[in-house]
Nanobody, 118 residues
Framework: QVQLVESGGGLVQAGGSLRLSCAASGRILSINTMGWYRQAPGKQRELVARISSDDSTNYADSVKGRFTISRDNAKNTVYLQMNSLKPEDTATYYC????????????WGQGTQVTVSS
């Protein structure tokens, strides 16, 4: 079994910064794509950013230039540096990982709350 544990959420004023971390543990041979999604109340979960095993990245248009995704393969950890935060960034943020273990499976973290006050 594989677990993803997120940390780093919290309350911040508009214009501030937060750094989210997500560490994977368990039966892991390697990890392909890792990503961050978010879900605001009453809205669907949406992709924020993802990073593949070759470090290529994709971002939602709404966060380009403000958020940066990175990964540390030795630690099986993915990060999301969030700068210039806006109230509309308020959401629960979830990480996921496509893990090669016994099988190739996608796992999700439990979510971490990010609240940006105006």
């Amino acid at each position: 079994q594989v677990q993803l544990v997120e940390s780093g959420g919290g309350l911040v004023q508009a214009g501030g910064s937060l750094r989210l971390s997500c560490a994977a543990s368990g039966r892991i041979l390697s990890i392909n794509t890792m990503g961050w999604y978010r879900q605001a109340p009453g809205k669907q979960r949406e992709l924020v950013a993802r990073i593949s095993s070759d470090d290529s990245t994709n971002y939602a248009d709404s966060v380009k230039g403000r958020f940066t995704i990175s990964r540390d393969n030795a630690k099986n950890t993915v990060y999301l540096q969030m700068n210039s935060l806006k109230p509309e960034d308020t959401a629960t943020y979830y990480c996921n990982a496509d893990v090669v273990g016994t099988f190739l499976s996608r796992y999700w973290g439990q979510g971490t709350q990010v609240t940006v006050s105006s």
